[in-house]
């Protein structure tokens, strides 16, 4: 075979010398030991020469392609196109991605040999093996899309990460809240915590899965109620490449799969719509989801804690929110207390934000007793929330080093509950200023004297002794007989 190829080689070269036999053995031995297949046709295509490599490369071997031309080859299936054919076609340079029958996929680059009248009599054509090449690209790919999982997981654990003295319990009904959450989070079960808006659910949902044996996994917290419906299916299961216009061509992890683990927090749940609640249920059933656009089912580890302010009992009554998602969802429901039902966690909360505050803004600030005392007896609509952001603004308000009564937001504070003050009439004209001041003060004693009945409960409102009180409502009571 070999003196065959070799033949068929020289009677392409020039000369008949015994030296020119020489180097043309020397020359054979060059290629047939080239790294890179070599493959080689005459000015028809016929195939006249291929090298070890170029058989190591494809796979295919040497008696099945010498001798054949390279239609026949095309035709038959023994490769996906040919360079040479191209080359015969355009004269020029070609070079393509090819595919064998074997299953190898390789690059190749055809060059046409002219001679003096300018006619083609051999096309060489390089082969490179580039399969491993695809295999090292995908393998890359998918240590991309691990790299990145991981990188998100951390970047997750990063931000979410949770300091236990970010729950601040002193009231006894809240402590027994946390004992029962601290017992849910040893076992692997799903929890539903209910309460209003601002009371802390993330907070106990956080402290749950710090006290859980997935711990130093993923804590991947999903608000329901702020995901687009389109988007939700695609940020919770994730999509393949090219699943919908817009669509990273990558494709993308979602959040259950990058959760895979550890915890996912579920806020919001009852703003979920039906066809979610579907594939929501699959997941807690099966453990397993299914890409946007996929047809593998993916296999994953997670604990759910869902969390809602709404009644979800009247939702599935309604029929909008489906009743065996419930039952899934409400193996341990525990409810979060709001502020004003567990005020001895108020204070605590107070000077806890007061101090967080004073670093964040480099202030040096306390609050009195008077300003606390407001603060207890107002009902809290907004919890937690509301608390943090009231004191964040008046620490940023006040004009002292001391936050006092005066310095609470008058309509969130004064005017919402407890002392319901008499309007003055600026528009007297004969009114002055300490007459005004005199006003208020007695509207306000005699209304908070009214309310507690007795002179201590008043004055400790107000923030004064009690003789001083005694006083003060003397000399009103003298100054009202005077006036009739």
Aim: glycine fraction near 6%; charge should be positive; proline fraction near 1%.
């Amino acid at each position: 075979m070999k003196n065959r190829e070799l033949m068929n080689f020289g009677n392409l070269l020039k000369g008949d010398a015994k030296s020119l036999q020489s180097n043309i053995k020397q020359l054979y031995q060059v290629i047939e030991n080239s790294y890179d297949g070599i493959y080689i046709t005459d000015g028809n295509a016929n195939t006249i020469f291929l090298n070890k490599s170029y058989e190591k490369i494809t796979g295919m071997k040497k008696s099945e392609m010498l001798g054949k031309n390279m239609r026949y080859l095309v035709k038959n299936n023994y490769i996906s196109k040919s360079g040479t054919l191209m080359v015969l076609d355009s004269r020029k340079n070609v070079t393509i991605e090819q595919k064998f029958k074997t299953g190898k996929t390789v690059l190749v680059s055809s060059s046409p040999i002219f001679n003096e009248n300018d006619e083609i009599i051999m096309v060489v054509t390089n082969v490179r093996n580039v399969t491993e090449l695809y295999e090292l690209k995908e393998q890359l790919k998918k240590n991309k899309e691990l790299m990145g999982r991981y990188h998100l997981q951390l970047e997750a654990m990063r931000r979410q990460l949770f300091e236990f003295s970010d729950i601040i319990v002193e009231d006894e009904k809240m402590i027994n809240i946390l004992d029962m959450a601290k017992k849910v989070a040893k076992v692997d079960t799903t929890v539903l915590l209910l309460g209003e808006t601002g009371v802390g659910k993330e907070k106990v949902a956080k402290y749950i899965h710090k006290n859980s044996n997935r711990s130093n996994k993923s804590f991947i917290r999903i608000d329901c109620g702020s995901i687009p419906h389109n988007l939700i299916e695609s940020e919770l299961f994730g999509y393949e490449k090219g699943s919908f216009t817009g669509a990273n061509k990558e494709g993308k992890i979602g959040l259950f799969e990058l959760a895979d683990g550890g915890t996912v927090f579920l806020d919001e749940i009852g703003e979920l719509n039906l066809d979610m609640q579907v594939r929501l249920l699959r997941v807690l059933q099966e453990k397993e989801i299914k890409r946007v656009g996929g047809t593998d089912t993916i296999k994953i580890d997670i604990r759910v804690i869902a969390a809602t302010n709404r009644d979800l009992e009247k939702m599935v009554d309604k029929k909008t929110f489906r009743e065996d998602l419930y039952y899934r969802l409400n193996v341990v429901p525990i409810r979060i207390l709001p502020l004003r039902e567990r005020k001895d966690d108020i204070e605590p909360l107070i000077n806890y934000f007061i101090g967080v505050f004073n670093k964040k803004y480099n202030f040096g600030k306390v609050i009195t007793c008077g300003a606390v005392d407001s603060l207890k007896e107002y009902r809290w609509p907004g919890n937690v929330r509301e608390l943090k952001n009231i004191i964040e603004r008046v620490m940023i308000m006040s004009a002292g080093d001391k936050i006092l009564r005066s310095d609470l937001p008058i309509k969130e504070i004064w005017g919402s509950n407890k002392f319901e003050v008499d309007e003055i009439n600026v528009e007297n004209k004969n009114l002055t200023l300490k007459d005004a001041v005199e006003n208020l003060e007695e509207s306000l004693i005699e209304k908070t004297f009214k309310k507690y009945g007795n002179v201590r409960g008043a004055a400790k409102e107000l923030g004064i002794n009690a003789s001083t009180l005694v006083r003060k409502r003397k000399r009103y009571k003298n100054k009202c007989a005077l006036q009739k």
